[in-house]
């Protein structure tokens, strides 16, 4: 009997044991996104600590963390039953950056130029509140009761939807928000934000200043095979390099985003598994990896910081749009964009008017069809840079739809056959956007 007991301790002893340290792993970057999201949300969205905490944080082990905000030194920090305590400080033009102990804060740093238009042009090409418009061949009851079914009813906490915006033919047709939240409120796009990067390439190939079929221009790819990876490889997320994304556990990605000073080499250092175009494989380093490329196109950091808002951002009227920064200056262009769900709304409309916005052209009309068309290796699902429904993931939506798509279920949809963008915006990855598509489609009488 003593025996058995001794055995039973010693697995107990061991489980408890791997348990611990699996998890003791996880700290650093437990803290470390709770620091990042609790001194993003709060400085740049101004929303309060508890309401972070009760909702952008609340969330598997993210709520072990114990926050605190400090509103003169413009910080917050986190850290989990006293360990792994990380930093994240808010710069204004810059957002909040999670940073080390090596980081130097007093180091002077540069903000990117912004240009706000005075439009007095109505949404979307203006600020101008849009008139009401009623559209015939609109059955508005079942596309209001399609977009209320895509929030709690009061008293649940199930679909945790916080905004749906409906534009068809350029006019809005349906906006609602949840309680505490308006069309004013800035969230995160999360991976939306590589819709965003990608884009840059769209607009330098028309621009004459970049090829995309070439040869990627990194220099520690250039004696291997990795030399024959190409831009477009990357933007199609097949460039059979080594990448390791997977949430629930410690990868390459939460190493990157919590962990790492340069998030633009991550990728970069992986060694090729594959021959490029032959497997693909989704990947937040490679976007960052093309926010570093984005940056050597130009002569000086500055020049970097301001291309994103003048070439793109500011030109199409986002102008609550804030990209974050990584500790070296890069614009974090796989995760960390932020933006009204209007202004993420624009991107949109940007894509449905193939590039055109109120008569000037940013990227060509074929750069709307390369990213939309299918790369290969993805069984339909993927373009450059977005998602497809090419092979009818969402069934009941239409299949020439292809949308941004970020953690937590944030989606720009373009719907090109249908003159429509449906934005939502919330806290949940399984909200059924099959039902909400289907019915804000189905509203829309043949």
Same mark, same amino acid.
């Given at each position: ?26 700290? @650093? ?7 990042? *999201? ?28 114990? *926050? ?33 102990? *090596? ?8 903000? $990117?130029?912004?240009?706000?238009? #005075?439009?007095?042009?109505?949404? $979307?090409?203006?600020?101008? @509140? ?114 390791? @994304? ?24 992986? $060694? ?8 693909? #494989? ?47 200056? #890069? !614009? ?46 993805? *069984? ?22 292809? !949308? ?29 956007? #099959? ?12």
């Amino acid at each position: 009997m003593k025996k058995y007991l001794k055995i039973g301790l010693f697995l107990l002893f061991l489980i408890v044991g791997y348990f611990g340290y699996t998890n003791y792993l996880k700290l @650093e970057l437990i803290s470390g996104f709770s620091a990042k *999201n609790l001194a993003s949300a709060h400085f740049i969205d101004n929303r309060s600590q508890e309401v972070i905490e009760k909702s952008d944080n609340n969330f598997d082990v993210i709520g072990w963390a114990t *926050n605190e905000i400090n509103e003169s030194g413009k910080y917050a920090t986190a850290s989990v039953f006293g360990l792994k305590k990380r930093k994240a400080i808010y710069r204004p033009g810059l957002g909040a950056t999670l940073i080390d102990g *090596n980081f130097d804060i007093t180091k002077p740093y540069e903000i $990117p130029k912004r240009t706000k238009s #005075n439009s007095k042009l109505p949404f $979307p090409y203006g600020d101008v @509140e849009p008139k009401d418009t009623v559209f015939a061949n609109i059955d508005y009851v079942k596309l209001n009761q399609a977009v209320a079914n895509a929030f709690d009813a009061k008293g649940e906490n199930d679909k945790k939807t916080r905004s749906v915006l409906v534009i068809y033919k350029d006019k809005i047709i349906a906006e609602k928000y949840v309680d505490g939240f308006s069309k004013n409120s800035i969230l995160l796009g999360w991976s939306m934000t590589k819709s965003i990067t990608g884009t840059f390439f769209g607009i330098l190939q028309k621009q004459g200043r970049f090829d995309i079929y070439k040869p990627a221009p990194v220099r520690e790819w250039q004696n291997d095979d990795r030399k024959n990876i190409t831009t477009n490889d990357l933007l199609h997320m097949n460039s059979g390099l080594e990448w390791d @994304e997977h949430y629930d556990r410690v990868c390459d990605a939460t190493q990157m985003l919590f962990q790492t000073e340069d998030m633009t080499r991550t990728q970069l250092l992986k $060694p090729a598994l594959f021959k490029p175009n032959a497997h693909w #494989n989704y990947s937040s380093g490679t976007a960052n990896l093309l926010s570093g490329i984005l940056r050597k196109q130009f002569k000086t950091h500055q020049e970097y910081l301001d291309f994103w808002y003048s070439a793109l951002i500011d030109k199409i009227g986002m102008s609550s749009m804030l990209i974050e920064t990584d500790m070296a200056g #890069n !614009y974090v262009g796989s995760s960390y964009g932020w933006a009204t769900t209007r202004d993420w709304s624009r991107l949109g409309l940007l894509y449905l008017h193939k590039g055109n916005w109120n008569g000037e052209q940013l990227f060509n009309p074929s750069w709307a069809k390369y990213v939309s068309t299918p790369t290969n290796t993805s *069984n339909g699902r993927y373009g450059g840079q977005f998602w497809l429904n090419a092979n009818g993931h969402l069934p009941d939506a239409p299949r020439d739809m292809y !949308y941004c798509s970020g953690f937590q279920g944030q989606m720009v949809a373009i719907i090109p056959s249908k003159d429509l963008v449906i934005v939502r915006m919330g806290l949940k990855e399984e909200f059924d956007f #099959n039902g909400l598509l289907s019915g804000i489609v189905g509203s829309l009488k043949k």
